[in-house]
């Protein structure tokens, strides 16, 4: 099983962009997944994550920098999750990862991690 984080680039500030994490392999649950994010110098921050909820629906919180601004979705039938970023400030610049922790049936529950995208918004 195997994350990619897409959708990276270097824009201006109050643009947007769509990052994507798609899973491939043979994942029979996504239990979670979340969008991290790591500035030069800086420990690494959760920006935004869903934990699927079940019959109770799934449960999105985001970090107070982001809120109003970024918006996670997943698309269920392909096990992708998306960042939609809008209003992109300076301060945004990270390499953001996605990270999912998905079931299959020969690890059980774990967490996989995927390579990072670089986001750059510039003056």
């Known amino acids: 099983v195997q994350l990619q984080a897409s959708g990276g680039g270097l824009v201006q500030p109050g643009e947007s962009l769509r990052l994507s994490c798609t899973t491939s392999?043979?994942?029979?649950?996504?239990?979670?997944g979340g969008w991290y994010r790591q500035a030069p110098g800086k420990q690494r921050e959760l920006v935004a994550s869903?934990?699927?909820?079940?019959?109770?629906?799934?449960?999105?919180t985001y970090a107070d920098s982001v809120k109003g601004r970024f918006t996670l979705s997943r698309d269920a039938a392909t096990d992708t999750f998306h960042l939609q970023m809008n209003n992109l400030k300076p301060e945004d610049t990270a390499v953001y990862y996605c990270?999912?922790?998905?079931?299959?049936?020969?690890?059980?529950?774990?967490?996989?991690w995927g390579r990072g995208t670089q986001v750059t918004v510039f003056s």
């Open positions: 990270s999912a922790n998905l079931y299959t049936y020969a690890t059980g529950s774990k967490d996989y």
């Open positions: 869903i934990s699927i909820g079940g019959g109770r629906g799934d449960r999105i």
């Open positions: 392999g043979r994942v029979i649950a996504f239990n979670a």
